[in-house]
């Protein structure tokens, strides 16, 4: 029984998340704010780590330009389906 709450809590816990996520990346532009962070690496290096973009990249799926999306992290865009499965 026990087990069977943790496993309850915890799905809710990441559908909670990911529900403030994405509506904080869907209200909030992260090319236009200083509310996200940048990328470490191309801070000290100057590089795109694979990740790079993909805040701008979310920002612009939410809001349905594919295309834009892509144009920051094409990576993302063609693994997000897989990470959501």
Known sequence: M???FMRA???IFALVASGVGGTLIY???PAESAWFPP???RVLTGLYCPGCGSGRALHHLLHGEVMAASGF???MVMMLPVMVV
Do not use: D, H, S, Y
């Open 73 to 75: 992290n094409l990576l």
């Open 27 to 29: 209200k909030v532009n």
């Open 9 to 11: 809590a915890v799905l």
């Open 39 to 41: 990328c470490p690496l």
């Open 2 to 4: 026990p087990n069977r």
